[in-house]
Each structure stands twice: as structure tokens, then as C-alpha cells.
């Protein structure tokens, strides 16, 4: 049985979740009732982020590389960043670890490509959203990428590290949220909204009235990792 190792505690809310997803998938396709071998390194998201919002990511690929290693050392055939914003290093810290690494972004890109989709949107932490790791990955798959305007960005990097990553799901910022997704599909055609933040499916991963459909980062990943585990 492969195990997967998982970096996680960015944030702890979806590292539970992938946990749980993890289990559920398994279990569901092999019938027999076993369970996944899971090896799980919860890091401190406060030292990622604040290497992040220093841009120090020389530092980041350093510390995040150090974690790495504990997995690979625990045993791990493969590894996942179980976070969207970490994915601004994940080619140079692959360069750096021989423990192979499921991108999340290059699953996401997938899955964006197969429903046909040209032109999407990108919630998530104000890195992810200016970040080049989306648009270079989607922009191989013809796929162009909006990202909200300069305020709106704020305010959902706001939302993202004061609420969403300390379990905190508001009615009065889903709403917001969605009044930004109307907005950037009437004024920029966006025909899909990417969640590229896997804490954002527990507060939006249950809406249905947007007309679009919305790219579950956390469950696209547990797809892939799932089926790495039973190849």
C-alpha cells in the first residue's frame, strides 16, 4: 500500500477536511474496508505566511523543504502541499526534495480544461490571486484567468486569513463573496470560479445559484491523491 504524505496545518479547518475526504474516497472504491496509509505534518502557518508576505521565498522553499523531508523520512511515497497559497514555491521545492509532489494546481488545471472552460475566476489569498503559478499553469490549457479588482482582493484576503482559516464561515461574507463572483461574471465573462483556497469550499463549496460552476481545489486534489494511492 503506497502512503501519502500530507504538509498540512495551512489552515487546520481543511487539512481535517482533506483527512476526511482522503478516507471517504478510499474506502468508497475499494469496497473492502481498508483504510489509506496517511502521514501528516502539520506545519506553522504563521511562519509560512509571514515568510510570504515578507516575500522571503527563498526562506519559504526552505522551511517548507525542511517539512518535506520529515515525510519523506516518515516513510511517504508521495507528497501534497495541502494548501493553495504554498504552491507559489512547489517547483523549486520539488527541484529540492526527491519525495514526488502532486501539484494541486496542475489537477485544478485538469479539471478546468476537461469542462471546457476559457475563461475563469480566482478566489483565494491575496498570494494565490497575484500570484504567477495559476496563470502559467492555465494559460498551457487555453485558459485565460480573472482576478477581482485591487479592493475586492483586500477584502477577501482579509476574510480568507481572519475567518476562514480560524473556522469562522459568516453568512454576510458568503454573500459578499457571491456578489463578487455576479460581478465578475456579468462584467468579465467568467464561465468557472476557481476556490484557490481550501479553506473557501466550506463556506462556498454548497452554492448552486451562480449559474457557473465552482473549482473545489481541496476535492480535485483528494481525487488525485486517492487515485495515486490505489495505482
Given amino acids: ?20 475526504l482522503i478516507i471517504a474516497a478510499y474506502r468508497e472504491q475499494t469496497h473492502d474496508g481498508s ?3 496517511i502521514l501528516i505534518n502539520s506545519i506553522n502557518m ?11 521565498l527563498a526562506q519559504v522553499t526552505e522551511y517548507l523543504v525542511a517539512e518535506i523531508k520529515k515525510l519523506t523520512h516518515a516513510g511517504a511515497d508521495f507528497g501534497v502541499l495541502a494548501a493553495n497559497t504554498p504552491h507559489i514555491v512547489f517547483d523549486e ?5 526527491s519525495l514526488p509532489l502532486l ?16 475563461r475563469v475566476g480566482l478566489f483565494g489569498t491575496r498570494f494565490t490571486m497575484q500570484g504567477r503559478f495559476y496563470p502559467e499553469v492555465l494559460l498551457k490549457k487555453g ?7 485591487p479592493e475586492e482582493q483586500a477584502y477577501i484576503h482579509d476574510k480568507y486569513l481572519s475567518e476562514l482559516v480560524n473556522s469562522i464561515f459568516l453568512p454576510e461574507t458568503q454573500e459578499h463573496l457571491l456578489r463578487i463572483v455576479e460581478r465578475l461574471k456579468e462584467q468579465q465573462g467568467i464561465q468557472g470560479l476557481i476556490l484557490g483556497g481550501t479553506e473557501l469550499p466550506l463556506l462556498l463549496g454548497d452554492v448552486q445559484s451562480q449559474g457557473i460552476p465552482f ?3 481541496t476535492q480535485i486534489h483528494v481525487k488525485h491523491i486517492v487515485a495515486k494511492l490505489l495505482s
Fill in 103 to 118: 501539484s494541486l494546481i496542475e489537477a485544478t488545471g485538469e479539471v478546468a480544461q476537461q469542462l471546457g472552460l476559457k
Fill in 143 to 149: 485558459i485565460s484567468l480573472v482576478i477581482p479588482e
Fill in 215 to 217: 473549482l473545489d481545489t
Fill in 93 to 97: 521545492i520539488q527541484r529540492r526534495v
Fill in 46 to 56: 504563521k511562519t509560512m505566511l509571514d515568510l510570504i508576505g515578507a516575500n522571503e
Fill in 35 to 37: 483504510y489509506p496509509s
Fill in 1 to 20: 500500500m503506497k502512503t501519502v504524505g500530507i504538509i498540512g496545518g495551512i489552515g487546520p479547518a481543511s487539512t481535517i477536511e482533506y483527512y476526511r
